[in-house]
């Protein structure tokens, strides 16, 4: 599922069909639903895209939907719509997460605009996520002693260090080290290090 979709979630026929027919013409794929839990059922988890969201809905409003988007695994940019908008609206909206909030009628390339944004947003965080995984699954190839050494070189110390510190051989650190560098795939310390914020044990070792 590598084609982004824009879901478009409006109880207003006319509104639906208004903003496939805008989003279709520069060649986005759309998928259009009239409930707020027809999108949450339908949605294929993992799918890449974004979400236009109608505030007020029968049923589930668009601010309830929102906060069952995590128990569906949706995780892609979400675009708040209403006729109806107000400040508390746009401030829940956003506090719940949403990207933006914008109020009908909206000015045609605006919304595009938007929309163009949410799905390059979403792209960005899908290509961090993959990099995460593929930066953790280096990490889980390592030794025991691999990881200590990790753990170490990433604070600051030096091979001797290290060496003093797990009560080993400056040798054996040093042999240690080339390996862990070459199963992470690091050129640099400072390479090693953006891996270890992105894995979150930076600060924490």
């Known amino acids: 599922m590598t084609d982004q979709i ?6 207003d026929e006319d509104v639906r069909d208004s903003l496939q027919w805008l989003l279709e013409s520069v ?16 949605y294929p988890a993992g799918q ?42 746009a401030v829940t ?19 595009l605009d938007h929309v163009q944004r949410a799905l390059d947003q979403d792209r960005a965080q899908r290509e961090q996520r993959q990099q995460r995984q593929q930066i953790q699954r280096r990490f889980a190839t390592l030794t025991k002693r691999e990881k200590q050494v990790f753990e170490r070189v990433i604070e600051g110390l030096s091979n001797q260090e290290v060496a003093d510190a797990l009560a080993i051989n400056r040798k054996t650190v040093e042999g ?30």
């Open 93 to 111: 909206a956003m506090t719940q997460g949403a990207r933006t909030f914008i109020e009908k009628p909206f000015n045609d390339q605006t919304l």
């Open 27 to 42: 060649d986005l794929q759309v998928e259009s639903y009239a409930t707020a839990q027809a999108f949450l059922d339908a």
């Open 48 to 89: 890449s895209g974004c979400v236009l969201m109608d505030v007020r809905m029968p049923g589930l409003s668009g601010l309830s939907a929102q906060k069952k988007l995590p128990d569906y695994e949706i995780d892609i940019p979400l675009i708040m719509i209403s006729a109806h908008g107000n400040v508390d609206m």
């Open 6 to 11: 824009v879901y478009v979630v409006d109880d």
């Open 176 to 205: 240690h080290r080339a390996n862990m560098m070459a199963k992470m795939e690091a050129g640099s310390l400072a390479e090693l290090i953006q891996m270890a914020v992105q894995l979150g044990v930076l600060g924490r070792c």
